[in-house]
């Protein structure tokens, strides 16, 4: 076997998973579990082991069928890609640990085959999407992954979801056209559709047809703008991600939107590059938007009775952040923007996960019933708490390192403004994340403290809380080991 | 002089207005099948589009006739694009047709308005 081959076969794995999965439904449902985990372990070795490939040795390039770069399609494998495919690889196998023990909370038992048929389809579409670099070809990944996050929002058989998952059909809709308008356009002024290819003659389609690649960048950032629920674009992201059940939401919260924000920035750095975005201005764009986000969707957070409607609008100022590193088009917002991608996807994976558990246990997602609950709960409260403080931005955790490097990059481009914005962002997420933390913990006026009263929970859903607590911390001790890897993954996207 | 330019480009100009009334449909009205042609007809615009892009004056379909010398084709790269395209829209249209016929079982209605009514209605007894 080649190393070529490496990214095909990851993807075949998942998608020969998904299609084994229908066929093995009369067996019982331990060996589809063991044969995912086994399918998702060997991903992550592969993955990692291409992580290593191309930082030490060289990056990968495949085209499909020995077709040349201009008429097929091609996989390249370089620090970006690999780096987030691992990521994605492993919380994936983090919260299908999880999923594992039961908690699927609202699916019934014989939906549980198609609750993975999906998960593994909408896996192989993102690394799709990382691996692809060809515009038209992400776009089809894209909409497989469109397809397969509403199927997976509407397979609860509950009321609400319906309509939730029909309006994120719509606005995702809206969001794919304008991104493949966009791809229209360019191929229009420079009559290429392979990344490579076009960032080599979009300097002189610029010159010659300034209109198409203004117009097409529009189209691009707004599409993919409200995919990745960017602020006045988020309207869909609360309903959506509070009506999935809690596993589903912790892959749409922690990977997906994160996903469409890395074609964002393929597209900004390999298809349109540095002058053209320079020329533009769109690095002030990019900032107001996630200046706005960064304040507006803590503020909505604060309002929030429903817990999960809370994680998704921290969401909405989260990816604010990450825009922020984004679209001060530098080396280091970058490095902090990727950093962040990185430590949000484990702490929002935290959150959700423990709060699935508590809902799992006491049916209840009112804030206000989280009063005394680390008294029964003590484990998922606990990893709750952690990834809170990292929310907030508390050192020894990674939301801190992450805040850091984002403020020495806001620094570094003196803009003292949203430096600012990041310290008043963080003090609204104090708002809404101490008061559950403190009366958690403090007040246990509705549960006397026993022994016996702590709840009884599968080892399958503890383990991976416990794993996502210690990686938050760990990943905040020791952030240069993975910084290595960051660095050149934003080195690979600057020229 | 103008009226040559829209012939000239009577494609573009469609496919522009094609998207242009999808958005239209998509944003404002309430009837969820409606919605949901919109989607198509905004698909159908920047498919036109596509497609228009790769017409040549005076070309014909790419198919080699051995018989003719110097033939001039138009570009196939497009159009063999837009047939996955196709096929993503229907597949979207298919399964948000499937969620509406799940909706109306539940509430009765196809109205975004009347929906949001019942939902803030039934939020409220809770």
């Known amino acids: 076997m080649n190393i070529e081959q490496l990214p095909i076969i990851n993807l075949l794995l998942f998608l020969l998973m998904a299609l ?22 060997l991903v992550l070795i592969s993955s990692g082991y291409l992580l290593w490939y191309v930082n030490n040795v060289e990056v990968i390039h495949y085209t499909f069928g020995g077709h040349e770069a201009r008429f097929g ?82 397979i609860k058989k509950k009321k609400d979801t319906y309509t939730s998952a029909f309006r994120y059909v719509m606005m995702n809709e809206l969001g794919s056209l304008s991104y493949l308008f966009g791809v229209a356009l360019i191929y229009m002024a420079t009559g290429f559709t392979n990344i490579t290819l076009i960032s080599e003659s979009i300097q002189n389609a610029y010159a010659s047809y300034p209109v198409n690649i203004i117009v097409a960048l529009g189209f691009m950032i707004i599409g993919l703008g409200i995919k990745a629920a960017i602020f006045p674009f988020h309207i869909w992201l609360p309903d959506a991600h509070s009506a999935a059940p809690s596993t589903s939401s912790a892959i749409l919260s922690a990977i997906v939107i994160k996903v469409y924000i890395l074609v964002l920035v393929k597209v900004l750095f390999r298809v349109f590059k540095l002058d053209i975005l320079n020329e533009m201005n769109i690095s002030t764009i990019l900032l107001v938007l996630a200046g706005v986000a960064m304040i507006m969707g803590s503020v909505f957070a604060i309002a929030q009775k429903d817990v999960k409607r809370m994680l998704g609008y921290s969401s909405v100022a989260q990816m604010g952040y990450i825009l922020l590193g984004i679209g001060l088009l530098s080396f280091e917002g970058l490095r902090a923007a990727f950093f962040h991608i ?40 606990g990893v709750f708490s952690i990834a809170a403080l990292g929310m907030i931005g508390i050192p020894l955790t990674s939301g801190f390192i992450s805040k850091l490097n984002l403020g020495v990059a806001v620094l570094d481009q003196n803009q003292i403004i949203f430096l600012v914005i990041l310290i008043v962002s963080s003090l609204l997420n104090v708002i809404y994340y101490l008061p559950i933390i403190i009366l958690a913990f403090l007040k246990n006026e509705k549960y006397r403290y026993r022994l016996k009263s ?32 960051i660095e050149a993954a934003a080195n690979s996207l600057l020229p | 002089m103008w009226l040559d330019r829209i012939i000239e480009n009577i494609n573009y100009i469609g496919a522009i207005a094609l998207f242009v009334i999808g958005l239209r449909i998509v944003v404002t009205h309430s009837n969820l099948i409606k919605r949901i042609m919109g989607i198509n007809i905004m698909g159908t615009g920047v498919f036109l589009f596509f497609v228009a892009i790769g017409n040549v004056t005076g070309g014909v379909p790419p198919i080699v006739n051995p018989e003719v010398e110097d033939q001039l084709f138009i570009n196939p790269i497009p159009s063999v694009l837009i047939l996955t395209g ?12 499937s969620l509406v016929v799940k909706i109306y079982e539940n509430y009765k209605t196809i109205d975004q308005k ?13």
């Open chain 1, 454 to 485: 702590i709840e009884p929970t599968p080892r399958t859903m503890i383990a991976p809380l416990v794993l996502l607590g210690v990686l938050i911390v760990v990943v905040g001790l020791f952030p240069n080991q993975i910084m290595i890897f």
């Open chain 1, 342 to 381: 990185l430590s949000h996807g484990l702490m929002k994976t935290a959150l959700f996960l423990s709060v699935g558990e508590i809902i799992y246990y006491k049916k209840t997602r009112k804030v206000n019933d989280f009063d005394g609950m680390g008294f029964i709960m003590p484990v998922a409260m």
């Open chain 2, 86 to 97: 196709i096929v993503v829209v229907v597949s979207i249209t298919v399964y948000s047709l």
């Open chain 2, 114 to 126: 009347e929906l949001s009514k019942l939902i803030s209605e039934e939020n409220n007894e809770h």
């Open chain 1, 73 to 154: 399609i091609e996989f390249i494998v370089d620090p970006f890609s690999a780096l987030f495919t691992t990521i994605i690889a492993g919380l994936a196998a983090i919260i299908y640990i999880y999923s594992s023990g039961d908690a699927t909370e609202g699916i019934e038992k014989t939906e549980y085959g198609r609750y993975y048929v999906l998960l593994f389809i909408l896996l192989m579409s993102m690394f799709g999407i990382l691996y692809t670099n060809d515009l038209f070809n992400t776009y089809v990944f894209i909409e497989i992954l469109s397809i397969t996050t509403c199927a997976i929002i509407s």
């Open chain 1, 20 to 41: 084994v999965i229908p066929l093995l439904k009369r067996k019982p449902f331990k060996i589809t579990l063991i044969l995912g985990f086994v399918v998702l372990g």
